[in-house]
């Protein structure tokens, strides 16, 4: 292997990043991610594949004629990047707002730093299978476990749309165990998970806790004094003491988990609670109630 010279050119570097993390999280790279994430031609990504594969990962990507594309070999090792399912987040959140990529490139401000907190671990060979089953709408076949049932139970799920929650990934999908719509946290996969070739009979179209939209609001805690109820206002941008949030009533218990709202308890201290939901009933979860609260934890 020719030796490489470091550090290598950053946009270079960008590019062979997202070589390894598509091949790793989707299980198939081909030269339009190249292509369509940075501008470049069919002709230079190709180069940057087969440049990658000479010069800093010999083995680690394998094409697949059947596919049309590269896949990870099974001595698959990271070289550029750290294996981690933050990072194929990153990637997505890039697609959905310019502001994750100062962080992602380090721009050198002086006196910043971008704090991280450790991501729920994931098996890339589950979000493989996650992602092929909700890309391409078919049927996935998995174990799940919860806090409240520790024994693994098998069961058939169609899913609509992988969720990103902060530090953690849920999986949005129709439960043929349940009869129902429910969330599934995928650091709580266990064993084999594989998508399967039957397509799914239920879509997000199905989904009315998905379909629903709900408007959260938002006021600071009214345990506070006028003046820190103030500063709370100020902090997060509210008119007349209010914020207003849009969101899917499927995502709300999530808003506002990480808002460190709960739906029962408040914490004891305000200066800890600092926000509270003014209208609850918005959500209309009804019987579904408890299952919400399990959903925030991961328990569903």
Sequence with gaps: MKKTEWPI???????????????????????????????????????????????????????????????????FKPVVTRGTASEYQDVLARQQSLSSTFADLALGLPGSVVSSCPSLSIEPEVMRAVVHATRYQKQMRASYVSLSRPEAVESTLEPHTLVCVGNSWH??????????????????????????RQKAKHDAREDADWQRLVTLDITPDQRLTPAQQDIIARDYGMTRGVLQVETRAALAPYVLSQLGITFENSHPDPLVQQLELANPDQLGFGSKREQALKAVAGLS
């Design 171 to 196: 999986l949005r999908a129709w439960c043929n165990a349940n009869r129902e719509f429910r969330d599934f946290a995928l650091s709580r996969f266990q064993g084999k998970t594989e998508a399967l």
């Design 9 to 75: 050119r950053w946009d270079l570097l960008l590019r062979y990043r997202l070589i390894e993390i598509i091949a790793l999280w989707e299980g198939r790279l081909t030269t339009n991610h190249l292509c369509h994430s940075f501008g470049i031609g069919r002709q230079q990504a190709s180069k940057d594949i087969n440049t990658y594969l000479r010069e800093l990962a010999p083995g680690n990507l394998v094409y697949d004629r059947h596919l049309k594309g590269y896949v990870p070999s099974s001595d």
